[in-house]
């Protein structure tokens, strides 16, 4: 009786499929996961209302998979994959520094990168070496990542942000043979130059006296470039293929010091390409790209459409709303990138901000996507539903096997059921997103970090079924409200600023900050995180201090009822 129920709603399905003008064969493909899948008319409901979304996303899943098996199947890697941009549009404008206004053609590009090829090469380093990057966002930078990888060395994108600390921390874990800063940052590489291997050869690009290049015992870069060869570098040896490390991206580190997330040549071109097809961009698309370029979304998902694609990119120096408009017209930008809240700051309101930007800007489509650097299950709002970030299929579910799966909020650890495998999360119930590993599949590997341990941390087992792997997202994000306990009665608001801002970058330091006698824990003694998390930053919730971090101010206020009210309606920058 199921069977034939089954085999009726598969049937209904087709046709729906076809009434909706999806060609036979990605109908009978549908018609048949709804017949394997079907339990219930709930379900049919269900597929018909997202039979167009998901079938389009597996029309972009499947040229992703078969471009990426094409290249994979050549030998190919980012740089010969660019080559053949360079040969599609010579003297297309690729990259336009808006700090300057200063165009990079596509040839100059390549040219630039290949005498970066030879300066390394020159330097003696060989196909998996490393070389740490620490400079603003500047088209310098792509050039520098992209000629090193021509010759197989690998760059390690340091966040400008860093200082101290970590710092140290990044350029070490890296285990980088040299490092290339920017002069605007050679105070920060003179805080720390101590502590940084004295083995390390170090090069800066920009204005440096040649007494400041002497203190910080560094070379000047760019008279280097400017003499080395603009011919094409000669196939590093060994050969490196899509499945090889391209270079290394750091996580934020506001959860602990940042880990070097791995990125594959197949990663990078995986995340322009999803982007690319399933935003429906075009070749003669001109993106306003003011995320910084150690960051995934500004060098993969911003720059990667230049390289890989053909589009000419505008990269900005560093995010500025006041100017982002007029910017956007000065570049005739088609396509504008964003991350976190820069919509929020555009608009200046706190809520509807969705709409209220579409209708405001008169921005034609939007398209959403939530995803890490390192992670396999990226998804993303591709039929522009208000709201949300992707979705997950429920036709195919196995096409693009990732989940949404039950956590303890206390504890974050995974929920099992009696079988020991993970519980899925109901719709419109919160969870932790994971994605079925598959070493062998491009789209499914985790490459991890270059420490084997932080690897190891996000990857569970008998997830999905018994023996598999999946890869857990976690809780990286910006860092929010720090509970302190201070049975003493003398915590130094201002001491505590100065201390964190000196060890923390910005984005890392906590936004609020929660002032106890002492810290409720349960039975077992872990901290009752989740009544705090609940309560939040209202006075009103709480007999506690809380403090707000005024950035422009550069100190912590105390939140009362008044300033309360300010963040939530988005008068207050965050």
Known sequence: ???????????????????????????????????????????????????????NGLYVLLRVKLALWRYMHNGSNIPSIFAQTVKRHPNK???IYEATGETW????????????????????????????????????????????????????????????DSLVHCIGVSGSQAIVFGAELADAI???????????????????????????????????????????????????????????????????MPKAAIVVHSRYYRIAAF????????????????????HSAGNIMGVGQCLVHGLTVVVKKKFSASRFWEDCIKYHCT??????EICRYLLSQPVRVWEAFTERFGVAQIGEFYGATECNCSIANMDGKVGACGFNSRILPNVYPIRLVRVNEDTMELIRDSRGLCVPCRPGEPGLLVGRINQKDPLRRFDGYANQDATKKKIAHDVFKKNDSAYLSGVEGKAGMAAIADTAGCFDCNDFFQKVQRALPPYARPMFLRISTHVDTTGTFKIQKTRLQREGYDPRLTTDQVYFLNTRAARYEAVDEELYNAIVEGKMSL
């Not at 940084?196 to 070379?219: K, P, W």
């Not at 982007?275 to 150690?294: E, K, Q």
């Open 1 to 55: 009786m199921h069977n034939a129920a089954s085999v009726s709603v598969s049937l209904g399905s087709l046709g729906l499929f076809r009434f909706f003008g999806v060609s036979w064969s990605w109908s009978l493909a549908a018609g048949l996961g709804v017949y394997l899948g079907t339990r219930s008319w709930k379900y049919f409901y269900i597929a018909a209302c997202t039979a167009k979304r998901d079938l």
């Open 93 to 95: 404008p690729a990259l």
């Open 105 to 164: 053609t596509f040839t100059q590009l390549d040219e630039l990168s290949n005498a970066v090829a030879h300066w390394a090469r020159g330097q003696g380093w060989v196909s998996g070496d490393v070389v740490a990057l620490f400079m603003e966002s500047r088209p310098l930078q792509v050039a520098l990542w992209l000629g090193l990888a021509k010759v197989g060395v690998e760059a390690a994108l340091i966040n400008f942000n860093l200082r101290h």
């Open 190 to 256: 003179l805080e720390v130059s101590a502590s940084i291997n004295q083995s390390m050869v170090r090069f800066s690009t920009g204005d440096l006296s040649a007494e400041h290049l002497s203190r910080l015992g560094a070379q000047a870069l760019d008279p280097i470039l400017a003499s080395a060869s603009r011919h094409s570098p000669s196939p590093c040896v060994p050969s490196k293929g899509m499945n090889d490390r391209l270079f290394y991206i750091y996580t934020s580190g506001t959860t602990g």
């Open 275 to 294: 982007g690319y097809f399933a935003f429906r961009m075009r070749s003669d698309d001109i993106i306003y790209d003011c995320l910084p370029l150690y």
């Open 335 to 340: 396509v504008v990138q964003y991350i976190g």
